[in-house]
């Protein structure tokens, strides 16, 4: 299990009874998590008096209740190439603009990336990032120095992912901003024989395109991996997959990576990754990553 353990402004402090009591920055959430099906007391004054708590509703999504929260606060995250700053609102289906445990990825891809810049200075190292969301991975590969381009397709997010890029320094980075259905941009990229040195997709459960493509992961995950591999380049630097899927296990993202990546040899490695609960020291499971290096 890899464990997002460099937050400073972050943290799960307790969870139990399908909730987690989170700390972002100075503010104290309570939000639905259907992986806690354990039942713990609930005795940390946090979960009494949050800033915000998000009740889920039988009927499917929810609603919140805020006690004293601003519209949007930032958190920042200490990135060895550099400070990265997040933007957070709390907006529908409990979300706050943030995956806190793809720390674990962002540390990882932006290492690889900033020791290929430091053999070679001068090599333009070009990220895909796919299902972009808000742009945590993608402010992750331009600190450390690459040009990235961000597919999402949501107008909403991308514009957020923006704001995230300014507020971390990196307006004038080397960034494309595409509002795009993924698995079209991928294949429009084959016909325009685009290659890229990294790869990254954080594909939802269930989503749709910008003109309504469906894409459900169980059926649509392993073709977008074969064409998107197809994408890399000559010296490639790394390909990754997570999702938070519950049910996809990491084994089966390693298997399909290893299959698809077959030709190009390398190493596949796949793993939980999680977020620690500062009450306990205990692990709250948040998905799986698969990692291919050449
Ligand atoms: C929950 S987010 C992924 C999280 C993100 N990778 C992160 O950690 O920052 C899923 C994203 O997929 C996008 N999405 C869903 N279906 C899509 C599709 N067919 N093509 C492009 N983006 C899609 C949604 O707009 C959403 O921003």
């Keep these: 299990m890899?464990?997002?353990d460099n937050w400073k402004d972050y943290e799960v402090i307790d969870c139990s009874a399908g909730e987690k009591l989170e700390r972002w920055g100075d503010y104290i959430l309570v939000r639905p998590d259907p992986q806690?099906?354990?039942?713990?007391?609930?005795t940390l004054k946090g979960w009494k008096r949050p800033n915000a708590h998000y009740h889920r509703s039988n009927k499917g999504g929810g609603e919140w209740e805020f006690f004293d929260l601003p519209e949007e606060w930032e958190i920042?995250?200490?990135l060895a190439a550099g400070e990265l700053t997040f933007r957070l609102k709390p907006f529908s289906f409990k979300h706050t603009g943030l995956f806190p445990e793809q720390a674990v990825n962002w540390d990882w891809f932006s290492g690889l990336i900033s020791d290929a810049k430091k053999a070679d200075p001068s090599r333009q190292i070009k990220v895909l990032n796919l299902f972009a969301y808000t742009g945590g991975a993608t402010v992750a590969a331009a600190k450390a120095?690459?040009?990235?381009?961000h597919v999402d397709a949501s107008k909403g997010m991308t514009t957020w992912a923006k704001e995230n890029a300014a507020a971390s320094g990196l307006a004038d980075a080397p960034i494309r901003y595409l509002v795009d259905d993924c698995v079209k941009f991928v294949e429009r990229e084959i016909r325009r024989g685009n290659t890229y040195d990294g790869i990254l997709m954080d594909p939802p459960s269930y989503g749709r395109g910008p003109k309504g493509e469906t894409w459900k992961i169980e059926s649509s995950v392993f073709p977008l991996i074969e064409k998107a591999v197809t994408l890399l380049s000559d010296d490639p630097l790394f390909f990754l997959v997570n999702s938070y899927t519950t049910g996809l296990a990491p084994s089966v993202m390693s298997y399909m990576i290893s299959t698809a990546l077959k030709r190009r040899g390398g190493h596949t490695e796949a793993t939980e990754i999680g977020l620690r609960v500062t009450d306990n020291g205990l692990v709250l499971p948040c998905g799986a990553s698969a990692r291919w290096t050449p």
Excluded: D, R
């Design 145 to 149: 120095g690459a040009a990235v381009t």
């Design 2 to 4: 890899l464990v997002a």
């Design 76 to 78: 920042n995250y200490p």
């Design 36 to 42: 806690v099906i354990w039942n713990t007391p609930k």
